[in-house]
């Protein structure tokens, strides 16, 4: 079986400082672990993927993630948090080829202090 | 257009209503899918669609139908709803099935209140 853990329903940083967001997932399988972004009124967009190849995985827009098998997590951070990161955030584990096997975090919204 | 469109963005009906939910993928996948997101709550998906077949339907209720005439489009036809259907109804696609590798692509989703 598999879920994730999203352990924060809100973080709140101010801009310039670093942003963490934090996913625990439980997989049987080897998983293909996404992190999402979905800005007010807009769909959601991939912000990263990692899919085995290697364990720190850059994205979009400054975002990067770390696999740590270890501790069954796969951690959001950003150096230096912008205005424009203002967002919900979904953490997202799959490890089938197949939709229903697709299992998305409830979600991290990330507010930016001025 | 391009990328993943959905129409119309808001819509307001009755619980007697009859109402359509429309998606155009223009990235030329051939998978496409319909999930729920309702506050508070994980994404719940819907139904799937792969070449064109329905190949996933989860447990959904009857008064949701769906219908995929071809690969770049996808409908969610709406039929004596609940106000608890009342959620953000959005549409992905992607290129193969989603799970192990493949990413979804979604649209911004369409804002659905039922009175």
């Known amino acids: 079986a598999q879920s994730v853990t999203q352990l924060d329903s809100h973080v709140s940083v101010s801009e310039g400082t670093p942003v963490l967001l934090r996913c625990n997932y439980s997989s049987s399988y080897s998983p293909s672990l996404f992190w999402y972004v979905q800005h007010p009124n807009k769909g959601l967009q991939l912000l990263l993927k990692?899919?085995?190849?290697?364990?720190l995985v850059k994205g979009i827009n400054g975002f990067e993630a770390e696999f740590k098998k270890s501790e069954t997590s796969f951690h959001l951070t950003k150096p230096s948090a912008h205005m424009s990161d203002a967002a919900e955030y979904f953490c997202?584990?799959?490890?089938?080829?197949?939709?229903?096997?697709?299992?998305f975090g409830s979600g991290t919204r990330l507010s930016i202090r001025p | 257009e391009t990328g993943v469109t959905q129409t119309p963005r808001h819509l307001v009906m009755g619980m007697t209503n009859k109402k359509s939910l429309k998606c155009e993928q223009h990235?030329?996948?051939?998978?496409m899918y319909w999930y729920k997101q309702s506050a508070k709550k994980p994404l719940e998906l819907m139904f799937v669609?792969?070449?064109?077949?329905?190949?996933e339907n989860n447990s959904v209720p009857s008064r949701f139908s769906p219908e995929c005439p071809n690969s770049s489009h996808l409908f969610l036809h709406l039929h004596t709803l609940q106000p608890e259907d009342s959620a953000l109804y959005l549409c992905a696609s992607s290129q193969g099935l989603a799970g192990g590798l493949n990413e979804q692509f979604f649209g911004p989703g369409t804002r659905l209140t039922v009175l």
């Open positions: 990235l030329g996948h051939n998978a």
């Open positions: 997202v584990v799959s490890g089938y080829s197949s939709a229903s096997k697709i299992i």
């Open positions: 990692y899919t085995s190849a290697a364990t």
């Open positions: 669609y792969s070449l064109e077949e329905r190949v």
